[in-house]
């Protein structure tokens, strides 16, 4: 029995037509998306060209057309090709060196999941996440996500939150000075020892997003060198508090995100390295920034609900820590970020909303095992609020640097 096979020649052509107006398409897209960037980035603008922004959805909403922003959406899911070129310029990038970045980039490409992220971004997501949950379970002892529809925190994408150990509290908290350090070393694995000369500077403060300011400064997507309103201010206090009660701070104002926003993680790790050559005991590193929510998210009003405690009487901007599932030692980085949680929900039950495990990036946590980034507030916060923020949490950084000391 013969069967006939049509000529699908003229279907190939129009499928070969379809694809390449695709392609040709959103590189343009991406072409003139980095040319409006780039056309901004000048001296006389350098806040303005450093954050109109890194946070995607704000920048699709503020200089994209819904148009564009859909058919981009579209093309860096379906083709490997246009993701390199978006991510290339606009994830965040820990990595100074250009060798490194080569080698990265060649490892995500040539790898399995790699191409099936270029290619079906949805089956990845469900890839990148079971690893990371299951990486946290068994080699971390992390508590289970909770998938709960009434949690507090939601789960976007790949990024995956580790909530608080105790019960989030609405109500006014009455802070606690007298904590049950056996009680939480029951709970999880401690840190290393903090190993240092209590006669030299050893803890380093500094800010790799050093414009991230507060409510009322709102312009360029609340990003200014107005310091007063900035996390500098928010670093200025912590270094205070955490001196009068006897640390050796070090704190750096400098502006890691000018003039570009894309190499602030390689400026801050020069930063870094330079601090630790001149003084080795700085082992304790900080980085203070506040959280970014476009007025837009799907969980803004849980964002919201959640950006305020109130403590003793006082509305108090919260906080989460932030861990880059890439650093080389992360287990300890976790460790750390999971201690301070727990020592902060026995002083302040519900002023810490978690920890959030980003699923790129080094966040140059590997410079040190007691390395923390720490985002205090929002810009749903007012600059009081997140400066009340700023004691309380000085008052929980001086009980965990204390107890391992």
């Known amino acids: ?8 020649g003229t279907l190939y052509i129009i499928i070969g037509v379809v694809c390449l107006l695709s392609f040709f398409g959103g590189y343009t897209i991406i072409s003139n998306f980095v040319f409006f960037h780039s056309s901004i980035d000048d001296n006389s603008q350098k806040v303005a060209a450093a954050f109109t922004n890194e946070k995607l959805y704000m920048e699709y909403n503020r200089h994209i057309n819904i148009k564009e922003k859909t ?6 899911n379906t083709s490997a090709y246009i993701d390199y070129l978006y991510n290339k310029d606009y994830r965040q990038n820990s990595e100074g060196n250009i060798a490194q970045n080569i080698l990265s980039t060649a490892k995500e490409i040539l790898s399995f999941r790699g191409y099936i992220k270029a290619q079906l971004p949805a089956v990845a997501n469900v890839i990148n996440y079971k690893e990371v949950v299951d990486v946290q379970q068994e080699e971390h002892q992390v508590p289970p996500i909770n998938d709960d529809e009434n949690s507090n925190i939601p789960i976007i994408g790949d990024i995956i939150f580790i909530d608080p150990f105790v019960e989030n509290q609405q109500e006014n908290i009455k802070g606690q000075d007298n904590i ?3 009680k939480i070393k029951e709970n999880i694995e401690y840190p290393s020892k903090l190993k240092v000369d209590k006669n030299k500077p050893y803890i380093l403060i ?6 991230e300011v507060y409510n009322p400064i709102t312009e360029d997507n609340w990003h ?6 900035s996390v500098i201010t928010i670093g200025n206090i912590i ?8 640390h050796k701070v070090k704190h750096i ?3 890691h995100d000018i003039p570009s926003f894309n190499k602030s993680y390689a400026r801050s790790l020069e930063t870094i390295k330079g601090e630790i050559n001149k003084e080795s005991n700085l082992k304790l590193l900080i980085d203070i920034h506040r959280d970014g929510i476009a007025s837009n998210a799907a969980y803004i009003d849980k964002a919201r609900k959640n950006a305020l405690i109130n403590i003793d009487g006082k509305d108090v901007a919260t906080f989460r820590l932030v861990v880059g599932n890439d650093t080389p030692n992360r287990k300890e980085v976790l460790k750390f970020a999971k201690y301070i949680m727990a020592v902060s929900d026995s002083m302040y039950p519900g002023f810490c909303k978690g920890i959030v495990i980003k699923p790129y990036g080094k966040y140059n946590q590997y410079m040190s095992n007691h390395a923390t980034l720490l985002e ?3 810009n749903l916060n007012s600059i009081e609020e997140a400066k009340l923020s700023a004691k309380y949490i000085a008052n929980v950084l001086n009980k965990a640097i204390n107890n391992i000391k």
């Open 239 to 246: 270094t205070d508090i955490l001196s009068q009660k006897g």
């Open 376 to 378: 205090i507030g929002s």
């Open 71 to 76: 058919l981009l959406k579209v093309m860096t």
């Open 180 to 182: 049950d350090f056996g």
């Open 253 to 255: 104002e400098k502006y």
């Open 206 to 211: 500094y800010h790799t997003h050093a414009t």
């Open 224 to 229: 200014s060198t107005k310091k007063e309103y």
């Open 1 to 8: 029995m013969y069967y006939r096979v049509k000529d699908r």
